[in-house]
């Protein structure tokens, strides 16, 4: 599978071959859902917490004796059932990490490359690199290739650092590593913009 090579004024300088077995692979849409659902989870944080009736304040103390006073029996004032009582299997931290196997997240990538491939949405430039890190250099660059406004995910390497720092201030871009690229970033992004590099990196990584 050829696909031309472009530079940043929109001008065919090459073309480079895709293997069809990383990016004309069919879909299974239900790996992809099990590889995202697993990404996001991996992101959630874990923090959260709430006390029990061991670790709110107030004394350990019984409020009032257990017959003759009419009222209900009580023997703690940090119970669940009063006001400012501990709570019941409140959430504690935890991780919410889930398992998912290298060959399944890479064939989960294949897939959702391949479908961009198909859409005629995966753009290969011969170099992402920009005189300056400068926003408004980046957005010509972009508005030369046709892609002004839309969801543009950068592909190339951790050493671009003029990409990542002129791109890292628009919502609707974003530069990621070729080694770091995942499944849910290529399904949140309409268009992908990748160095000829940088496609020789996930053709490696994926074949």
């Known amino acids: 599978m050829?696909?031309?090579i472009r530079n940043w004024g929109n001008e065919v300088v090459g073309e480079i071959d895709l293997p069809e077995s990383v990016f004309a692979r069919e879909?299974?849409?239900?790996?992809?859902?099990?590889?995202?659902?697993?990404?996001?989870?991996?992101?959630?944080?874990?923090?959260?917490?709430?006390k029990e009736r061991s670790e709110v304040s107030g004394s350990g103390a019984k409020p009032w004796r257990q017959k003759g006073s009419g009222r209900a029996r009580a023997g703690d004032k940090r119970s669940p059932l009063w006001r400012h009582g501990g709570t019941v299997h409140?959430?504690?931290?935890?991780?919410?990490?889930?398992?998912?196997?290298?060959?399944?997240?890479?064939?989960a990538l294949?897939?959702?490359?391949?479908?961009?491939?198909?859409?005629?949405?995966?753009?290969?430039?011969d170099?992402?690199?920009?005189?300056?890190?400068?926003?408004?250099?980046?957005?010509?660059?972009?508005?030369g290739l046709g892609l002004a406004?839309?969801?543009?995910?950068?592909?190339?390497?951790?050493?671009?650092l003029?990409?990542?720092?002129?791109?890292?201030?628009?919502?609707?871009?974003?530069?990621?590593d070729a080694r770091?690229?995942?499944?849910?970033?290529?399904?949140?992004?309409?268009?992908?913009?990748a160095s000829e590099q940088a496609v020789r990196t996930l053709t490696e990584v994926l074949s």
């Open 2 to 4: 050829k696909l031309e």
């Open 27 to 50: 879909v299974n849409q239900h790996l992809v859902w099990e590889v995202v659902r697993a990404y996001l989870a991996s992101l959630r944080r874990g923090t959260h917490k709430t």
């Open 90 to 107: 409140g959430p504690r931290p935890r991780s919410y990490a889930m398992k998912v196997n290298k060959k399944a997240r890479r064939a």
């Open 110 to 125: 294949a897939g959702v490359l391949s479908q961009r491939v198909a859409e005629g949405r995966l753009v290969v430039l």
């Open 127 to 143: 170099s992402l690199e920009l005189e300056e890190p400068r926003t408004k250099v980046f957005l010509e660059k972009i508005g």
């Open 149 to 160: 406004g839309e969801k543009v995910l950068l592909v190339d390497g951790l050493e671009n």
């Open 162 to 176: 003029n990409l990542y720092l002129a791109s890292r201030n628009r919502p609707e871009a974003k530069a990621v």
């Open 180 to 193: 770091s690229l995942n499944a849910y970033e290529v399904l949140n992004h309409r268009w992908i913009v």
